[in-house]
């Protein structure tokens, strides 16, 4: 694992809210001290992403430099993993 934090930032505007950012956040708290300790969680009101799609890409988050549109639980957890298996 690199001694670099991983750049995790989370939508949590009211489109990206519905459709799941809050579910995201609540599986990372669940997350153990070690792998916590090795986010740099952040969140934000609106990426203004969903404009451009009319809401399809929520919701929107930021792993280092990676978009993931339309995540979910698993491709959050997937990109984590990666970059925290490296």
């Known amino acids: 694992m690199s001694d670099e934090k991983i750049q995790l930032m989370v939508c949590t505007g009211a489109t990206c809210t519905m459709k799941g ?3 995201i956040l ?3 708290s669940k997350l153990s ?3 916590r300790d090795a986010i740099d969680l952040d969140t934000q009101r609106c ?3 969903c404009e451009a799609s ?3 890409w929520c919701p ?3 792993v280092n430099d990676e978009w993931l549109i ?3 639980w698993d491709d959050v957890r ?3 993993n990666k970059l925290l298996d490296d």
């Open 54 to 56: 009319d809401g399809l």
């Open 47 to 49: 990426f203004a992403r």
């Open 78 to 80: 997937s990109a984590l």
């Open 26 to 28: 609540n599986q990372i």
């Open 33 to 35: 001290a070690e792998k």
């Open 21 to 23: 950012s809050r579910d």
């Open 70 to 72: 339309e995540a979910q």
């Open 60 to 62: 929107c988050v930021r």
